[in-house]
Structure formats: structure tokens, C-alpha cells
């Protein structure tokens, strides 16, 4: 299995920027997918989750600002992020399955106050 995520980049704060996660060896349609992100000396945080049935799911840090989506033809998953805050920068991570399963490299993610 490999997921390999789309690059990070350097937004303004307000500003928006989509991550894509491209999975191989396993189908996105039917697994739970999940982005977390690690900030610096902060542990990992799950940022957006979306399970078999379409049910998603996240943290009220991100609420109502990030959307998490899945493209079964691409074999994708997807993390639009919008209304980005400076607390919002960190590594941000795609996984699958559970926590202790597979995950992608890490991409970064800055947003300037």
C-alpha cells in the first residue's frame, strides 16, 4: 500500500489550498481515510476523517472550514482547507484504515499571519 500525497505550500492566512492523497494497493472507496497534521512540538492531531458510509467527521478546530472528499474513479482522497489560520501550519499527513495502518509522507503546510 502507498499513499502518496500532493506538496504542501505557503498560504496567507484567509487563503485556501487543497491536499490530494493518491492511493495504491488499497481502494479509497471502501476504507476509512483520514488527514491528521502534526504542528511543531505538538503531537499528531486528526484533521478530517470520512468512513465507508461517506459519514465524516471533525475536531471543532476545523469545522466548518475543512472538507474532506474521496474521487473512487481517481483512487484519491482530498482535504480542502479554507479560511486557513496560522495555527493551521504543520505537517499534514494522509492515512488509512487506522491509525496503526498506513499512512503517506508527510506534506507541509504554512500559513503567514
Known amino acids: 500500500v502507498q499513499l502518496q500525497a500532493s506538496r504542501g505550500g505557503l498560504v496567507q492566512a484567509g487563503g485556501s489550498l487543497r491536499l490530494s492523497c493518491a492511493a495504491s494497493g488499497l481502494s479509497v472507496r471502501i476504507n476509512i481515510m483520514n488527514w491528521y497534521r502534526q504542528a511543531p512540538g505538538k503531537q499528531r492531531e486528526l484533521v478530517a476523517h470520512i468512513g465507508s458510509s461517506e459519514f465524516t467527521n471533525y475536531p471543532d478546530s476545523v469545522k466548518g472550514r475543512f472538507t474532506i472528499s474521496r474521487d473512487s474513479a481517481k483512487n484519491a482522497v482530498y482535504l480542502q482547507m479554507n479560511s486557513l489560520k496560522p495555527e493551521d501550519t504543520g505537517l499534514y499527513y494522509c492515512?488509512?484504515?487506522?491509525?496503526?495502518?498506513?499512512w503517506g509522507q508527510g506534506t507541509l503546510v504554512t500559513v503567514s499571519s
Open positions: 492515512n488509512a484504515k487506522c491509525f496503526n495502518c498506513y
